[in-house]
């Protein structure tokens, strides 16, 4: 009974200061129905193992959950709850609940068939047993990630600034849907403000704006320097980091890392993106770092042409300044038209 009014007090109160008591109605488990749910929590439930959480399927009598349940954070899993409550978007997996009985809460989410996340069908679908991409499919996806961080942006009245991007934030569903499922560490814009001063600064090597680094703050367009990165990951079946560093360096020692980033770090990727961008333009490069798989037997003219607009706007959302980059609602026209003219 203490952790319930323990754990409803904070939620309320963050829930009143973020969205002024609003949010989706969702139910109240008890932790000994998501015990069953589980079957005690046991590993071969495990949809996906992450450092603050794991997420397991679950079996009630009349439907099927996937279950959050994270260590000792605290602070990520309150924030969780507090912003899955709001959501109401096709790409994002949607909350049904929650139990407030044990010392940390636990989520209960909409069913999600395991397909593994969008970095495993990227990265390590032969490790994972799991099917390749076409070049259709990476475009539906990107075109629909961008429509989610759209919607984070001006879907509310104070735009929510999602943080940490990274390929492994997505489940994939069993038509290759993405579902975004972890709000450990995205953020509202105070009021009356455009940014957020002094925000955690985390993330992957090349995922995290410069400015996000070197001063804490995190804004609208941290997202879409993220995006660039997990776009170009799309294109190439390479973390961006990795790509980059095999096309213009020789030096083996530089390897992709993953973790916390300094500014010099930042400043690196930079180096490493213009690089990039000047080899594939002046050396006629292009081919060489899509993924060979999109590449197969050969690229037709139209879709080649697909690939060259899709990489320039990878290069674009990741510019050192802000102002450069175009926003989530420009990128998700963008990758809308070039869908829309694939056969």
Same mark, same amino acid.
């Given at each position: 009974m203490k952790s319930i009014v323990n754990n409803g007090e904070?939620?309320?109160?963050?829930?009143?200061?973020?969205?002024?008591?609003n949010c989706n109605p969702f139910r109240n488990f008890s932790s000994k129905e998501l015990k069953l749910a589980t079957n005690n929590y046991d590993t071969m439930n495990i949809i996906i193992e992450d450092w603050f959480f794991k997420l397991y399927k679950g079996f009630l009598p009349d439907r099927q959950i996937s279950v959050m349940k994270f260590g000792s954070e605290y602070d990520c899993c309150i924030n969780?709850?507090?912003? &899955?409550?709001?959501?109401?978007?096709?790409?994002?997996?949607?909350?049904i609940g929650c139990c407030l009985e044990t010392e940390v809460p636990i989520l209960v989410f909409e069913s999600l068939v395991k397909y593994g996340t969008l970095k495993d069908h990227i990265l390590s679908h032969h490790k994972c047993h799991l099917e390749t991409l076409s070049w259709r499919q990476r475009l539906k996806i990107a075109m629909e990630i961008s429509h989610t961080f759209a919607y984070l942006h001006i879907g509310f009245p104070r735009p929510i600034v999602y943080s940490l991007m990274d390929s492994s934030q997505f489940l994939l569903d069993e038509n290759c849907v993405p579902k975004l499922f972890d709000f450990s560490h995205a953020q509202c814009i105070p009021e009356g403000e455009t940014q957020i001063k002094d925000a955690y600064v985390g993330g992957f090597h090349g995922y995290i704006a410069p400015e996000?680094?070197?001063?804490?703050?995190?804004?609208?367009?941290? /997202?879409?320097?993220?995006?660039g990165s997990l776009l170009l990951e799309l294109l190439t079946g390479q973390r961006a980091y990795k790509i980059l560093v095999s096309c213009t360096t020789e030096d083996? /020692?530089?390897?992709?890392?993953?973790g916390i980033e300094d500014e010099d770090s930042g400043t690196q990727y930079q180096d490493l993106l213009?690089?990039?961008?000047?080899?594939?333009?002046? /050396?006629?490069?292009?081919?060489? &770092?899509? /993924?060979?798989?999109?590449?197969?037997?050969g690229l037709c003219p139209e879709i080649e042409q697909q690939l060259k607009v899709c990489m320039e706007l990878a290069f674009k959302c990741p510019s050192y300044s802000g102002e450069d980059r175009p926003t989530m609602i420009d990128a998700a026209k963008q990758l809308r038209q070039l869908y829309l003219s694939t056969s």
């Open positions: 904070i939620f309320l109160e963050k829930l009143i200061t973020t969205f002024d008591g969780n709850i507090v912003l &899955a409550s709001q959501m109401c978007h096709k790409h994002i997996l949607k909350l996000h680094i070197s001063s804490g703050v995190l804004y609208e367009k941290c /997202d879409v320097y993220g995006f083996e /020692d530089l390897q992709y890392s993953s213009r690089n990039f961008v000047k080899k594939i333009k002046e /050396d006629n490069r292009f081919i060489e &770092a899509v /993924d060979p798989i999109i590449v197969g037997d």
